[in-house]
């Protein structure tokens, strides 16, 4: 069965750093999406992406959050300026369609800010 | 706005007892319903996901749910559950506003005790 693949499985950073999480969707799908799950709670949504430019964006996705799809198989997440509570894992999820499909998700990057 | 709500934030079953997770969604239009798992220490897996069709869908591992639209309501049940069913429970709602965003309960947790 095709994947989400992500890279880094698990990331460790100093404080005010940035970070670049890494997500390749599968191949035919067209909308691209990042979660995040702090330890011990729900997942929420950070941001919907569609023919390159971002569908949606909640709270948490400030300023300090960026997308990006440089080459057409990547789809990364860029924190600027990590925070401790940034501290979550990050899941990028991947669907064909925006309705009447399934959405995969990748097995997630941990992201430690220390 | 939409919201998902999970009845339970923990259960707790011996194992062969039968499980039944409370699942209700406020939104108004079509929407896709899905049930994911979460394993200590893992990813998502989805377990089942309703489209259209037949209200009562089957799953992977001998789960399913009931979508009962007038209830507005996606519960998911197992008769007989196994330890190796210890895991979080997250039921989600999709709608095909705002790029199909996901949209999480707050997860229950399932303790099956041997």
């Known amino acids: 069965e095709p994947e989400v693949t992500q890279t880094p499985s698990h990331q460790v950073t100093q404080m005010g750093q940035e970070v670049i999480l890494r997500c390749v969707p599968i191949?035919?799908?067209?909308?691209f999406y990042w979660y995040r799950q702090i330890l011990g709670q729900k997942v929420e949504f950070l941001v919907s992406f569609y023919n390159n430019e971002i569908s949606e964006k909640s709270e948490i996705f400030d300023d300090q959050f960026s997308v990006e799809r440089p080459d057409g198989s990547n789809f990364t997440l860029k924190i600027r300026s990590t925070k401790l509570e940034d501290s979550a894992m990050y899941f990028c999820a991947s669907s064909e369609t925006a309705s009447g499909n399934t959405i995969y998700f990748g097995e997630g990057s941990w992201l430690t800010v220390v | 706005a939409q919201s998902v709500s999970q009845h339970n934030h923990h259960v707790i079953l011996s194992e062969a007892a039968s499980l039944e997770l409370g699942c209700n969604y406020s939104y108004g239009g079509t929407v896709n319903l899905f049930w994911y798992v979460q394993y200590p220490g893992q990813h998502l897996q989805l377990l089942l996901k309703y489209f259209s069709g037949d209200p009562l869908v089957k799953g992977i591992k001998g789960f399913e749910a009931e979508f009962i639209k007038s209830k507005f309501s996606f519960n998911l049940r197992k008769p007989s559950v196994q330890w190796s069913d210890t895991a979080e429970y997250f039921c989600?709602?999709?709608?095909?506003?705002?790029?199909?965003?996901?949209?999480f309960g707050q997860g229950t947790e399932l303790s099956v005790k041997p």
């Open positions: 989600a709602v999709r709608t095909r506003n705002q790029g199909g965003k996901l949209i």
């Open positions: 191949s035919n799908h067209l909308y």
